[in-house]
């Protein structure tokens, strides 16, 4: 297709992008028509990102071109972009949580009235924008109250509010219920109608099979290839993506569990969060909790590790109780969490590699009140290769590294602190099919090496998946444990809703 050609309202032609040590573009195409859906897939690392940062401005490219209605545009910032009608829903969300959803909506451009911001036009134009996408949030509600999931749904109308021809996507479902994730869908539904396209990125192979026209794959920074979703089926994806068969998506967990390690009696949090919670935890257990959003999923791992006051209950680590009145505490009592929001409480984006995976265990590096950078250097060099991790080398910044091997660094850090149990929320969120199978095969690892551990998941399939039981929460309240290879999807949403 020539350049210039009227059928696509987006394209980038040819684009290429070097960073020092690491080629993450390599003349890469790419092309939207208009009212359309088109889903970006690649593993962590294939550069879906660096590609949208090319065309949201945040990056400038090294070669390549990119057109808008066939005219060609020089995009050097994001206002520039969003000029040019194309608006980005990043993964990570960058709002201003003491400000409300009106004022995040209209950052940088409050309607005036008189020299002063007119606060009615706001109100009106953000509930219009709203309204009109079915979100059911107060304007005048501070961002930093509302939950994950009604964050995503402001940053979406944001984007809409730009009048925006084209919406890039980043893992929007990736902390959404099924409910929401259909709601989205809707919005999605809306937008193609006004003919807008949308630039869709997700690791959910369900998601994008049904609501793509067309799937670009891209694997190390090229691209791979671009095809009608109809004409393709998860494995082809899965196979372009990894470039290689992947037989099995959760790899067998060989070590059966063994004498209880942890012992938790009774446990409710001080806030009324949740109440009653009882369940054991063996050395080289994997323990699942389900539970739709707002189930307290996440609050029950903050209060076993000291995050949230402990109301009534008793916490037993090795038949001895225990108090975690802090993380400190826990992590003392052989405790280590990975949180859900990785860009908001889980890195230090401004710092490298080998900060980030050592800032929780700097006392085992420091003599005389001197850090041994020896020490570090190995046992950081040590982590990069045991785990896997992607980056040019231990002194490169995490900002700079894709969402999988942020997560890898971090999964690192706890495991310097060398610790008993292991509580991940959501490790795999946003993460690609071969790093997520990277991480199960860790879990295993751990599992094996008498660790125990407790994931909060909102996949189901990966609970069924990965771990020996899953414990179900609903509305605060534990309704079920089952043993994963006696209990179904199905099983698990009744037990979801029991408390509803």
Known sequence: MGAGSSEYLLEMNHISKQFPGVKALDDVCFRVRPGTVHSLMGENGAGKSTLMKCLFGIYTPDSGEILIDGKKVNITCPAEALAYHVSMVHQELNQVLHQSVMENMWLGRYPGKNGFIDEKKMYKDTKEILDRLNIDVDPRKKVGTLPVSQKQMVEIAKAV???????????????????????LFSIIETLKKNNTSIIYISHKMEEILRISDEVTVMRDGRWIATKPASELTIDDIIRMMVGRELTERYPRKETEPGEVLLEVQNLSSMSPAFEDVSFTLHRGEI??????????????????????????GRILMNGKEIEN???????????????????????????????????????????????????????????????????????TNISNLSGGNQQKVILSRWLLTQPEVLLLDEPTRGIDVGAKYEIYQLM???????????????????????????????NGRQSDIFRADETTQVKIMEASAKYL
């Not at 509010?161 to 709601?183: G, Q, W």
């Open 444 to 474: 295993n690892k751990l599992a094996s090496d008498g660790k125990g551990i407790i994931v909060v998941s909102s996949e189901m399939p990966e609970l069924l998946g990965i771990c020996d039981r899953i414990l179900v929460m609903s």
């Open 161 to 183: 509010s730009y009048n925006a021809r084209v919406i890039v996507m980043d893992e929007p479902t990736s902390s959404l219920t099924e409910k929401e994730v259909e709601h």
């Open 325 to 395: 009145k802090s993380p400190l505490d826990a992590m003392k009592n052989g405790f280590a969490m990975l949180t859900e929001e990785r860009r908001s409480n889980g890195i230090f984006a401004c710092l490298n590699v080998s900060f980030n995976m050592i800032i929780a265990n700097l006392a085992q590096y420091s003599k005389n009140g001197f850090l041994s950078n020896n020490r570090i250097r190995q046992d950081v060099q040590k982590m990069i290769d045991a785990m896997n991790i992607k980056t040019p080398s231990a002194r």
């Open 287 to 312: 323990l699942g909790i389900a539970g739709l959003v707002g189930s307290k999923r996440t609050e029950l791992l903050e209060t076993l590790f000291g995050i949230r006051r402990k109301g009534r």
